[in-house]
């Protein structure tokens, strides 16, 4: 039996247990991007709660088209870094650790304050409509294909705010390439029509995700733990696969490996679905099986089957989104053998900011 709540060494730092929560956006930071003491508040709720990894919503890493959603975060000056200052402190002196995710929206774009302009690897929409619980758009607009100084800017960009991030004291970054943000749309054949170097072959696709390891890496150095999340399915479009496969996304770990991460997190709506054009195993198996990362894996975890999930990845930590949110002590209250509740996506409406979680928290006291 492998034992989910004892400290785990995970690349340089110790983790107090294998419970992460995972990355969740909530739209709750100031207009100009500052994060703020309500979450502050929030994300040490989850540190006390008992979650050995905190890992915050994704983060905007530049003043052009990376951020996507009006107050979300970012990491690119000086009131934006002492604000994620704050609250990695508020983290550590509840015991746990915290790891920024680092995004780009590419054309999943609903708002940014920098720019009109979306942007992406070709003129492709997302399919389906924007995020409701984001924001007020009714339809996505149409991105400009990036030229290659925009792939450069997005590269520095990156190595930039995780210069930030490690100025602010994260103990790690986790660069969002899943979920059908800019780096998975590189990866994916539905977004990616580009007839140069960054399209048509998985190692074309991949060559972006490639670039922005290697330059988060060369940013933050050696022993920092740096790493990727990746999902083959978007936000709107949860049963895109890879046309390469079981092959392919094996030969995507491998990359971002040898590009200098040292975790992927997998995400998928469930930990243990088999996913692929051809064969049985999931992106958490497929991903388990390639040498020298480690892992993160999500989907549907819980506290039915966390320690099957626990003992089927004996090394991997357990990233987990709705249990959290219904319960922010999902961690304890699994040690206290306590009730957990499930998610009313009622907390999240009709934003999804930490405001209407404390008016639906109180109302449901009550
Ligand atoms: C409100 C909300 C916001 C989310 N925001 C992000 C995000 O910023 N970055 C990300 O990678 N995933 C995001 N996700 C996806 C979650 O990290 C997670 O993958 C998903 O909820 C599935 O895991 P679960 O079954 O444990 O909930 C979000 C999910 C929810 C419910």
């Known amino acids: 039996m492998s034992d989910v709540m004892h400290s785990n060494k995970f690349q340089s730092i110790e983790v107090p247990n294998r419970f992460a929560l995972a990355p969740m956006t909530r739209t709750s930071a100031e207009p100009d991007g500052t994060p703020n003491a309500l979450m502050a508040d929030h994300y040490e709720g989850y540190a006390r709660g008992g979650f050995g990894l905190v890992i915050t919503e994704g983060t905007y890493t ?41 995004m780009h929206a590419g054309a999943q774009f609903q708002a940014n304050r920098y720019t009109n302009q979306p942007v992406g690897p070709s003129e492709v929409m997302p399919k389906g409509a924007p995020l409701g619980f984001y924001g007020d758009q009714e339809a996505w607009q149409t991105p400009a294909a990036m030229t290659k100084a925009d792939i450069h800017a997005a590269i520095d960009g990156f190595a930039k705010s995780a210069t930030n991030a490690k100025a602010a004291g994260f103990d790690g970054i986790e660069i969002h390439g899943a979920n059908g943000y800019l780096l998975n749309q590189f990866l994916s054949t539905h977004f990616n029509k580009r007839d140069d170097n960054y ?15 290697r330059a988060v890496r060369k940013a933050v150095g050696d022993n920092y733990p740096v790493g990727i999340r990746l999902s083959q399915g978007t936000v709107t479009d949860p049963d895109y696969q890879l046309p390469e496969g079981e092959a392919g996304f094996r030969r995507v770990v491998e990359a971002v490996r040898d590009a200098g991460a040292d975790f992927v997190h997998t995400t998928d709506g469930d930990v243990n679905r088999p996913y692929f054009v051809e064969g049985k195993q999931s992106l958490a198996s497929v991903a388990a099986a390639v040498d020298g990362i480690e892992l993160i894996i999500n989907g549907n975890i819980d506290e039915t089957n966390y320690q099957d999930v626990a003992n089927q990845f004996p090394d991997a930590i357990l990233a987990v989104g709705k249990k959290a949110l219904a319960n922010p002590d999902f961690v304890q209250r699994l040690k206290d053998g306590k009730e957990i509740a499930d998610i009313d996506f009622a907390m999240l409406q009709p934003k999804a900011t930490i405001t209407n979680e404390l008016a639906w928290r109180r109302q449901n006291a009550a």
């Open 62 to 102: 530049d003043d052009k088209a990376s951020q996507g959603y009006a107050n979300q975060p970012g990491l690119i000056d000086d009131a934006q870094v002492a604000g994620w200052q704050t609250i990695v402190n508020r983290v550590h002196a509840a015991g746990s650790k915290i790891f920024v995710q680092l």
């Open 199 to 213: 399209g048509g072959s998985l190692e074309n696709r991949l060559r972006l995700v490639v670039e922005v390891v």
